[in-house]
């Protein structure tokens, strides 16, 4: 399974940004996709992942700014981040967990995409 990141880059504080990520591959059809962050000197934390029954989970600081969503058909899930803040500076990385069959935990990482918010 390969994961392919896009979006990210330099926004002002405010600002809105999207990700996306495809998954391409064999992976069972129960999973959960979403992102995970990592800001300099600090662990890497569940931003939001969204499973395949379309149950969600946000971290706090990211609710109300932060929207996941995905598309089945394709693959690939997306992440839109409004009202960004500083402390949102972080890579972001794409992830997809197996929750089913043989492979059950399963992870796979995309490489990570820089989220830089700063005026």
């Known amino acids: 399974v390969q994961l392919q990141a896009s979006g990210g880059g330099l926004v002002q504080p405010g600002g809105s940004l999207g990700l996306s990520c495809a998954a391409s591959g064999n992976f069972f059809s129960f999973n959960a996709m979403g992102w995970y962050r990592q800001a300099p000197g600090k662990q890497r934390m569940l931003v939001a992942h969204m499973f395949s029954d379309g149950r969600t989970d946000l971290a706090d600081s990211v609710e109300g700014r932060f929207t996941i969503s995905r598309d089945n058909a394709k693959n690939t899930v997306y992440l839109q981040m409004n009202s960004l803040q500083p402390e949102d500076t972080a890579v972001y990385y794409c992830?997809?967990?197996?929750?089913?069959?043989?492979?059950?935990?399963?992870?796979?990482w995309g490489k990570g995409t820089l989220v830089t918010v700063s005026s």
């Open positions: 992830n997809v967990v197996e929750l089913g069959g043989a492979k059950y935990g399963m992870e796979y």
